[in-house]
């Protein structure tokens, strides 16, 4: 597959990074050639130092032959402009990164497509609902859902009163439970368990479940003591910050800390008298105590800087908030963060990679998640008529190593997946896939 991105910042050169390693034809091009000089020497891909904006350029990078055009530059108005150049010169599928909520609006879809921009991705939005997902569950890590929430991913860490600590999977198996270990994140490395592999204590378990086991989950991983999140304290004040609290359930209260006043003001504007917006700096200990810190159950670190946001979460865990959510945008600083156990990293980044990821397969994918900590991605396939994951029994399908199937949903009903089950036309599958594996898996489903 032909892949051209335009835009070498740094949501276009993590995406660069990661499609090369699938082996695609990628030509990442940006009008800076500082940005692009280090890139095509490390990495499996050829850069252009041209405008995205440019026919000439596009012409010069054959965009005509390209089989997706992702513009991916931080501004909005030249992305939409060059897929709409790209597409005019024959770009097969092309996909524009936003800033305007407005464009996302089922109305405007076939308006945009027309002009030949075929998706939007908004990764400030994305980012806002990992971020509400994960508080909704204070005692979860991550948290996705599958159809509609009828099958979903769990990541925990496993403390001192987990029950299911040091004991073989195979064992645990015995009896008929209602999840499915697809993988163990233990320290820098991921594992994909096998019967005699053992949960250790700080492991990071992800569980694939029904809504309905949920509270059976919570109770194996010991995490039954943890409290609800119904007050969630915000340091910084921008695109995220505002989609979060959009998003947020009514009944969970959130109070924002911006230190700039022009700011402040255009988010009293922004956001409904459900959300306090305070002018201050986060970083202050006494102002955030002085807000209420200590009762705060969610404490959610979202500034331009990735150190700031770490050090605020390590600052707000020792005062003793339960659940804390970093915005960790500098890829190397993740490992870090996990070691320093300070909860649920976002990274814009990786979430918009997953959505775009998934406009490259085949097969009919509907979601594709990017695990944060634990170098995988989780893909949601619907299968098709005489697909090859339909001939075999799962024990039988011959799947590579470093994948996993975590579970199903038939007729709109999550089912957890053993190695005796039979998959068949129409289910939607839950695959972890180890780094990036989805092209090896998505052949079973074709």
């Not at 904006?53 to 030249?78: C, N, Q």
């Not at 403390?159 to 697809?182: G, M, S």
């Not at 979202?302 to 050090?311: A, F, H, K, M």
Request: hydrophobic share 45%; proline share 2%; with cysteine.
């Amino acid at each position: 597959m032909k892949i051209v991105i335009a835009g070498a910042g740094a949501v276009g050169t993590h995406l660069a990074k990661l499609l090369s390693r699938e082996r695609q034809d990628i030509i990442l091009m940006d009008d800076n050639e500082e940005r692009l000089s280090t890139l095509g020497n490390n990495f499996d891909l050829m850069t252009a130092a041209a405008s995205p904006t440019s026919i000439k350029g596009l012409e010069e990078v054959r965009t005509r032959d390209a089989d997706l055009f992702i513009a991916v530059t931080p501004d909005e108005s030249r992305n939409m402009t060059a897929c709409m150049l790209a597409h005019n010169l024959g770009a097969q599928k092309t996909v524009a990164r936003i800033d305007n909520y407005e464009y996302l609006l089922p109305k405007h879809k076939e308006f945009f497509k027309q002009l030949g921009v075929d998706s939007l991705i908004y990764p400030e939005m994305l980012a806002a609902k990992e971020i509400v997902s994960s508080v909704k569950m204070s005692w979860v890590r991550q948290w996705w859902e599958f159809s509609g929430g009828a099958l979903i991913l769990i990541g925990a860490t496993m403390r001192e009163n987990a029950e299911i600590l040091n004991t073989p999977l195979f064992q645990l198996a015995e009896h008929d439970k209602p999840y499915h270990v697809v993988a163990i994140k233990r320290g820098a490395e991921t594992l994909i368990p096998r019967g005699d592999d053992i949960i250790q204590l700080n492991d990071i378990v992800y569980f694939t479940t029904t809504r309905k086991y949920i509270p059976y989950i919570r109770k194996i991983a010991g995490k039954e003591n943890e409290a609800d999140v119904r007050n969630v304290m915000i340091m910084g004040g921008g695109r995220i910050a505002v989609r979060t609290a959009q998003y947020v359930p009514e009944y969970m209260q959130v109070k924002i800390i911006e230190d700039n006043r022009a700011r402040c003001n255009r988010l009293t504007e922004l956001l409904d008298d459900r959300t306090m917006i305070i002018n201050g700096d986060g970083r202050d200990m006494d102002l955030l105590l002085d807000e209420g810190l200590k009762n705060t159950e969610a404490f959610v670190a979202l500034t331009g800087n990735s150190e700031t946001n770490i050090l605020a979460c390590l600052a707000a865990k020792r005062m003793g908030v339960s659940k804390t959510v970093a915005e960790v945008e500098n890829i190397d600083y993740i490992s870090m963060a996990e070691s320093l156990d300070i909860g649920t990293v976002i990274n814009k980044k990786l979430i918009a990679a997953g959505h775009i990821y998934q406009m490259m397969l085949d097969a009919d994918v509907n979601n594709v998640k990017c695990l944060t900590f634990a170098n995988a991605d989780v893909a949601e396939f619907t299968v098709k008529a005489d697909a090859h994951i339909t001939k075999h029994l799962v024990k039988d399908l011959g799947l590579p190593k470093g994948i996993n199937i975590g579970g199903l949903v038939r007729g709109g009903e999550g089912v957890v997946v053993t190695g005796n089950t039979q998959i068949l036309p129409g289910d939607h599958v839950v695959v972890f896939c180890m780094g990036a594996m989805i092209k090896k898996i998505e052949k079973y489903f074709n």
